[in-house]
């Protein structure tokens, strides 16, 4: 067996395959294919096209080409809205998940006892279903009879100090940390595993070595731990950040985008335009836009990566 | 490397003192402290489940009193009576179940026989065929979501299970991560069943995916939870009760129900708990499955 496919390899390359496995290799693909082609690729390019268009589904499609592109990006003052919005999410959400998520693994990783018990409570979020979190989250920042409310005025009736809690769903500067809160909650859980894995493939050596050396925690912490988890926090940081482009659910049942649009992300804006103001056209221009934010951002993080990713293989200096 | 003398050695010596004992975490005070951040943490993260179930068994009047509780007093069980009574959640229920389990068992196959044929079949333009797919695991769902939604229409599948099910049944992503695995598993055991007259169908059935339990175990999982879970795409083609999944019903509860609490927390536990059930007594498959998946290179 292996001295004809030795013996193949020395054939021109379309003689190599074997005629009764081409055939085969069509059959095993054709299942997956025929959905990639007709619920994805076709789809791709479809949508490319239909950007084009102004199209109700009511009346016929009008061709009115780069018009949709040019009024999002110089006109339309909610997609504006939409971009600052889903900017603020990015800058915090991102850095938030991936400090909070770091600091519970490494807390997690100190050999403590109930190790799965505090796993199993806090990736809890991760498997509960959207819709659900965000209805008690809506319940528990109500300003007049939510517990987060009533902790704080609580806390202020106690202290003597006068604060008031925030009336966050309705009040454009607190509806976005609310939806941030929400996330966070929801997808700490998801980071921290992630980090956890991580951290447990750290040699130890690396560690006995610094403390040898005199390096207090921190210094252990920043010159060991970080650099060594440092592809993970790059990972995370990507994912992640395309998660925040694409928040949705927390917005659509939390807050229905408001007030006053606070809270409208850029998938939000999608369906808004295509299911709720039948917009095909439009629909699809802001989702080929949101297409090429994740692309881009993605391509800088990619390039940046290089300054401070360590990987094991050869990126010591 | 001399100064090592001083240092304990490695950590394998209890174990060894100890033959046969489980190596316990020694306790430590500098521990005190970090359980005590945690076991604050861990109130933060339950507190929401604590809020949805306390307001699910209030009454109208226990809801809107100050300063809130989270203990009912009485406990309202009516009130998930009264939730199932307004909205069907059974239905929902078996529409989310029926979706779920056709989604990831298609999904699984299609995927696990074209991966397959990336991993062992030689065919012309396979690499190439490959990087095509590759290139569109960056394009988002939401690119696609519109001509999707147009062909739905067309295909007048609008509000019916085809619409949920047939265009989840295939997943590029699952391809890639299920090739990788396929990679991993050596030839000479295909090579050797094909010696003895298996053919690349039974190859794939009784040599490659028998041998392949924890990333289809880990897919299974991943998919499975994603399908049940999946809010938008369900949002948008389904218009009716017969095929509302849950997240989907319990969006349309709550606009119906706005301001009914009691209600909308017990139509949210309801939603929740079979899930949270499972994940409570299969926490590690649940992580691993999660973590595997999602490492996979989305």
């Known amino acids: 067996m292996t001295a004809s496919t030795s013996s193949q390899s020395s054939l021109p390359r379309w003689r190599r395959y074997q005629p009764d496995q081409q055939w085969e290799a069509y059959l095993f693909l054709l299942p997956s294919f025929a959905g990639f082609l007709i619920f994805v690729a076709v789809p791709v390019v479809a949508s490319l096209a239909l950007s084009l268009f102004e199209w109700s589904l009511l009346s016929p499609p009008e061709f009115v080409g780069f018009k949709n592109y040019t009024q999002l990006l110089s006109s339309d003052m909610v997609f504006r809205k939409v971009l600052v919005n889903t900017f603020y999410f990015i800058v915090t959400i991102v850095p938030l998940q991936l400090a909070f998520g770091l600091l519970l693994a490494v807390a997690l ?116 731990t970080f650099p060594m988890v440092s592809p993970t926090t790059f990972f995370l940081m990507v994912i992640q950040m395309i998660g925040a482009f694409q928040l949705f659910s927390e917005a659509f049942v939390m807050t229905q985008g408001g007030p006053a649009n606070a809270t409208l992300t850029i998938v939000y804006y999608i369906y808004q335009m295509a299911f709720e103001f039948q917009r095909m056209g439009r629909g699809a221009a802001v989702a080929w836009v949101l297409f090429i934010f994740i692309f881009i951002f993605t391509l800088v993080q990619t390039r940046l990566q290089r300054r401070w990713v360590h990987y094991e293989a050869g990126g010591e200096s | 490397m001399t100064t090592t003398t001083t240092t304990p050695p490695t950590t394998t010596t209890p174990a060894a003192i100890r033959p046969g004992a489980a190596p316990r975490p020694p306790f430590k005070v500098g521990h005190l402290a970090l359980h005590v951040a945690l076991i604050l943490g861990s109130v933060a993260m339950l507190l929401p489940f604590g809020w949805m179930l306390a307001t699910s068994l209030k009454s109208p009047p226990q809801i809107f009193t100050y300063p809130p509780s989270l203990v009912p007093n009485p406990v309202v069980w009516r009130n998930y009576l009264d939730t199932v009574q307004a909205m069907p959640f059974g239905r929902f229920y078996l529409n989310s179940l029926f979706v779920a389990v056709s989604v990831t068992s298609l999904q699984i196959l299609t995927s696990s026989l074209a991966a397959f044929a990336f991993a062992r079949l030689r065919f012309r333009g396979r690499e190439a065929l490959f990087l095509v797919y590759l290139a569109t695991l960056m394009i988002p769902f939401h690119v696609t979501m519109i001509p999707n939604f147009i062909l739905v229409r067309y295909l007048r599948w609008f509000d019916t299970f ?137």
């Open chain 1, 109 to 224: 990783n100190q050999g403590l006892r109930g190790l799965e018990v505090y796993r199993l409570i806090y990736f809890m979020p991760v498997v509960t279903t959207i819709v659900a979190a965000a209805l008690v989250f809506q319940w528990f920042f109500n300003r007049d009879f939510g517990i987060l409310a009533a902790a704080i005025w609580e806390f202020g009736a106690e202290t003597g100090i006068p604060i008031r809690p925030p009336d966050w769903l309705n009040d454009p500067d607190w509806a976005k940390p609310a939806v941030v809160i929400l996330t966070l909650w929801k997808n700490t859980g998801f980071t921290m595993v992630i980090y956890l894995a991580a951290l447990q493939g750290v040699p130890t050596e690396l560690y006995d070595a610094a403390k040898v050396d005199g390096a207090s925690a921190w210094q252990r912490f920043r010159s060991v």
């Open chain 2, 162 to 298: 085809y619409a949920l099910i047939v265009p989840t049944a295939f997943s590029v992503f699952a391809v890639f991560l299920l090739r990788q695995y396929f990679r991993g598993i050596p030839v000479e055991l295909d090579e050797a069943a094909r010696m003895d007259g298996a053919s690349s169908f039974r190859i794939w059935a009784r040599v490659i995916m028998p041998l392949s339990g924890p990333v289809l175990a880990a897919l299974t999982i991943f998919v499975f939870l994603g399908s049940w879970n999946d809010f938008l795409w369900p949002l948008v083609v389904s218009n009716s009760h017969a095929t509302r999944t849950i997240p989907v019903g319990l969006a349309t509860f709550r606009g119906q129900y706005n301001t009914d609490w009691h209600l909308l927390m017990a139509g949210s536990v309801i939603a929740l708990l079979p899930v949270l059930l499972v994940y409570v007594f299969a926490q590690k498959r649940f992580v691993e499955g999660i973590t595997l998946s999602g490492m996979g290179g989305r």
